[in-house]
């Protein structure tokens, strides 16, 4: 791994983790934040054991809106004044959290018919995001980001995950950052890939990050393959290439066990149905090792990712 990427892992609730990145530039930079609490927290941390201080960052850089990634933007603005960027789809998520509340948060939820679950993930947002903000510049694909001294990051847009998903390429040093895009089989014990917006999309944008020349990939969270207990955020050459064609095999997996659904009930085409026989597939599936939310049958966490999937058939 370069020593010019430090990953700085955000502990939150009862297993979760996101992987913000340090930047070593003329320009210090942080790669996503968090949530509210982790600029304080595990982020100042990381930054001082490498004699880095938190109000030395110069820029913020998302790779996409969502409470665990940029909800700690504005904690970090406060001590450091740094800029915040992010891609022109996700500058709602920074400037209003109805973008939240009212879309992927609780989404999955809504479709399932569970609004109390809904509620209760709305009644817990602002803490974990932080005030609403501005960003102080909007990415687009291809963009390229100059740090300073020859660091320069270029921006690659791969929607899917979310629509703002951006992945940043580091040509000198071989560093690609993929943020969300690809997660192999999810980054929860007994959960599975989380996509929000767009299989098809998250499909072509994991075979577009297939063919950068990268010699390490980093994720944005620790993710896990199929049949291993292991979750990792840092892939060294061919194992990142092979964590991204088993991302693109998780999907494939999901959809069949969609369409089987859609086969064996061939009178109903409501999602709740359709998740839960789909559900029960893959809970009974080998080669996952998938836990049933108890509120709701459907693996912990695969809820948004079947009903895009869901969408996408029925359509
Ligand atoms: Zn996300």
Do not use: K
Request: net charge negative.
């Amino acid at each position: 791994m370069s020593a010019r990427i430090a990953p700085i892992e955000c502990g939150y609730d009862t297993n979760g983790r996101v992987v913000a990145y340090y930047i070593d530039a003329p320009c210090p930079t942080l790669i996503d934040t968090g949530g509210a609490a982790h600029p304080e927290g595990a982020i100042r941390a990381a930054l001082g054991a490498r004699g880095v201080e938190l109000a030395a960052i110069g820029a913020i850089i998302n790779t996409h809106g969502h409470w665990d990634h940029a909800g700690g933007n504005a904690a970090a603005v406060a001590v450091s004044g740094a800029g915040v960027l992010i891609h022109e789809l996700g500058a709602p998520f920074l400037l209003d959290h109805r973008q939240h509340l009212d879309g992927y948060y609780t989404e999955a939820a809504r479709a399932l018919e569970q609004p109390a679950v809904a509620t209760a993930l709305r009644a817990g947002f602002p803490t974990i995001f932080g005030p609403e903000m501005v960003p102080n510049r909007l990415l687009y694909d291809g963009d390229r980001m100059d740090l300073g001294e020859g660091v320069t990051l270029q921006i690659l847009h791969v929607p899917g995950h979310s629509a703002d998903s951006i992945a940043l390429w580091w040509e000198a040093e071989g560093v690609l950052i993929a943020g969300d895009v690809a997660q192999g089989a999810g980054a929860r014990p007994g959960g599975g890939p989380l996509y929000f917006d767009s299989i098809a999309q998250a499909r072509a944008s994991i075979a577009r990050l297939r063919e950068v020349p990268f010699r390490t990939l980093h994720t944005s969270h620790p993710f896990g393959r199929l049949g291993s207990p292991e979750r990792r955020a840092v892939y060294v050459g061919d194992e990142g290439r092979a964590f991204l064609d088993e991302s693109l095999e998780t999907l494939d997996l999901l959809e069949e066990a969609l369409r089987a659904a859609f086969r064996a009930n061939p009178d109903e085409t409501d999602f709740p149905t359709l998740a839960r026989a789909a559900s029960e597939l893959l809970l009974a599936d080998p080669r996952w090792s998938l836990v049933p939310d108890p509120l709701t049958g459907v693996p912990v966490g695969l809820a948004p990712t079947l009903y895009r999937l869901w969408r996408e058939i029925e359509s």
